[in-house]
T-cell receptor, first 112, second 115 residues
């Protein structure tokens, strides 16, 4: 079956620190992979995506590389800001059934 | 509107009542999805539509839950004879459709509380 596993939070970092949020997946076939972000009091927003192996998605300084050999899609940012404080969700899209599967989310707190 | 609109934002009702949650997707979006999100968890798939056709309802927990999208635009998720365990955030998303890697655009959700 399809599933997504994320590292548990909360993750607390100081401003300008390096961020990694781990995400691994299990899938039948060749899924597309996504990171969504949820800022306090708001809905989920697409952060970045990758549709095939070795693709790198990037946006707002965040990056994630689709690693088929390790079934991973870790989110990274070189220097976090207070405004990055949010909950981050890793997700996969099953190409056969057009369904999305989300991880449980990782809360990031960035302190000034 | 510019984004996915859901109403109401909050709904509090007594156990046993029926509730209807509305979703107005982004104009032109073919696919519409309903999710349920428990506190501290990611969205859990309920059902989805392409145009007016319900393509997959495998995530609906039981027959008290139903959804429709009669004209291929606005959708309603209905929960009959509500129970306390139905309390959650219900989220709607839409996408252009046509390919499984199209990103989904989410509304702000409806927070449902069953007393």
């Amino acid at each position: 079956g399809n599933s997504v596993t994320q590292m548990e939070g909360p993750v607390t970092l100081s401003e300008e620190a390096f961020l990694t949020i781990n995400c691994t997946y299990t899938a039948t076939g060749y899924p597309s992979l996504f990171w969504y972000v949820q800022y306090p009091g708001e809905g989920l927003q697409l952060l970045l995506k990758a549709t095939k192996a070795d693709d790198k998605g990037s946006n707002k300084g965040f990056e994630a590389t689709y690693r088929k050999e390790t079934t991973s899609f870790h989110l990274e940012k070189g220097s976090v800001q207070v405004s990055d404080s949010a909950v981050y969700f890793c997700a996969l899209s099953d190409p056969n059934f057009n369904k999305f599967y989300f991880g449980s989310g990782t809360k990031l707190n960035v302190k000034p | 509107g510019a984004g996915v609109s859901q109403s109401p934002r909050y709904k509090v009702t007594k156990r046993g009542q029926d509730v209807a949650l509305r979703c107005d997707p982004i104009s032109g979006h073919v696919s519409l999805y309903w999710y349920r999100q428990a506190l501290g968890q990611g969205p859990e798939f309920l059902t989805y539509f392409n145009y007016e056709a319900q393509q997959d309802k495998s995530g609906l927990p039981n027959d008290r839950f139903s959804a429709e999208r009669p004209e291929g635009s606005i959708s309603t998720l209905t929960i009959q004879r509500t129970e306390q365990r139905d309390s959650a955030m219900y989220r709607c998303a839409s996408s252009l459709g046509g390919a499984p890697n199209q990103p989904q655009h989410f509304g702000d959700g409806t927070r449902l509380s069953i007393l």
